[in-house]
DNA sequence: TTTATTGTATATTGTATATGTACAATAGGC
DNA sequence: GCCTATTGTACATATACAATATACAATAAA
């Protein structure tokens, strides 16, 4: 699958594109669309499709390659890695809970009923459990 | 309870403080913890309470106002309102999912264990289902 | 060895954030 | 009713960040 295809960028969302970049990239290589060893696009492929300067995208794939999910070399391109999750700081765990809640919380006054972002959420603890999100 | 003992600003953290201000008065508002009818800190004291300017606050409170939470007038404060949800947009729900996907593949680069995040997650699903969170 | 391709570095420009300062509205005291 | 202190608001400014334009450096492949 192209990440071009699937990956979408809001100019007006107010949220730095380099990051949708990043959050989009990251959901895909957690989720396994992205398996090691594949090719990213280059920045300046992926920048022509969303309509970006290449740039941005490599300040994007920076970002992920820090974390430890990108291989990245001039010639070659971005490989994904075969990454080991870190051990987690009590601080990334206190983070998530707090941004969960706050996700939540636009989520209500944004109108999105309750049961359905129970449902949501219940569905995804669902497959992390059955390690189908990895 | 006043807001400025729970209410934790990061200046480091990257997110804009006005912004962390608004998810983090949200998530008390959507919980209940501040009330209808009560008298949110004055746009000064909770400054001076976060060691920030005043604007900076009011832009905050400026975003709850519009979102219908405060009620927000000259020489009287903000005041909590008695919101209704709306009806969710599309988009609303889509973007709750994309986000909850985002937010879980950030953790789990963080390495927090994939069992926390659903452990957590199964919790809150719990809460809203009994109403616990409004 | 040459060349095209790829990521990187730097400067520039526009936009957003946080602040400083002044203003406008108004509840409460007299 | 008028004054005054308190409160949110408006506007200008400094600074930082985001996105781009352009040039450069590294290197796989011919």
Redesign the pocket.
Same mark, same amino acid.
């Given at each position: 699958m192209r990440s071009s295809r699937t990956l979408r960028i809001d100019?007006a969302s107010? =949220?730095?594109?380099?990051? =949708?970049i990043v959050s989009g990239l990251r959901a895909f290589l957690v989720s396994g669309e992205f398996k090691s060893g594949e090719q990213?696009? %280059?920045?300046? =492929?992926l920048?022509i499709d969303l309509?970006?300067?290449?740039? %941005?995208?490599?300040?994007a794939?920076?970002v992920l390659?820090e974390e430890g999910w990108l291989d990245?070399? /001039?010639? /070659?391109?971005?490989m994904v890695l075969d990454r080991r999750d870190p051990k987690a700081t009590p601080e990334a765990k206190q983070d998530f809970r707090k941004h969960l809640e706050e996700l939540i919380a636009k989520a209500i006054t944004n109108g999105v009923p309750r049961s359905a972002i129970a449902d949501r959420m219940a569905d995804m603890a669902k497959k992390l459990g059955q390690g189908g999100t990895r």
């Open positions: 100019l107010g =949220q730095p594109v380099y990051e =949708q990213l696009p %280059t920045v300046r =492929q920048a309509g970006i300067h290449h740039n %941005t995208v490599a300040e794939y920076r390659a990245l070399r /001039r010639r /070659r391109g971005a």
